[in-house]
């Protein structure tokens, strides 16, 4: 059974950057995806970066693109999410995640199984 419990979220001016952090307990796959989904207020949440332990190639949404990095530490089991440039329509709650199975970018909420508790970010 895998948990995930992320950290780093807070409230941070426009322009400044943040760090989101996800631990993970049990065992993922180097087949199961991990991402990073938000959700904006009034909106669903969505898919914005992800990755796969062994892929160089990783996914990120336009809106973010350029300005967030995934990476993940193997050894301490902890997935990150570095914000930069951060704008005001980055306010939303962050969440990581673990799929399913393997599954082609774009990322879908629905293909994915384990959830993080969620961190606020708050652009202003």
């Known amino acids: 059974h895998v948990q995930l419990v992320e950290s780093g979220g807070g409230s941070v001016q426009a322009g400044g950057s943040l760090r989101l952090s996800c631990a993970h307990s049990?065992?993922?796959?180097?087949?199961?995806?991990m991402g990073w989904f938000r959700r904006l207020p009034g909106k669903d949440r969505e898919g914005i970066a992800a990755?796969?332990?062994?892929?160089?190639?990783?996914y990120y949404d336009g809106s973010v693109r350029d300005r967030f990095t995934i990476s993940r530490d193997t050894d301490t089991r902890t997935m990150y999410l570095e914000m930069k440039d951060l704008k005001p329509d980055d306010t939303a709650v962050y969440y990581c995640?673990?799929?399913?199975?393997?599954?082609?970018?774009?990322?879908?909420?629905?293909?994915?199984?384990?959830w993080g508790q969620g961190t606020q970010v708050t652009v202003s």
């Open positions: 995640a673990t799929s399913r199975f393997w599954i082609d970018y774009p990322p879908r909420e629905a293909d994915f199984r384990y």
């Open positions: 049990g065992y993922i796959s180097s087949r199961h995806c």
């Open positions: 990755m796969y332990r062994n892929n160089p190639k990783s």
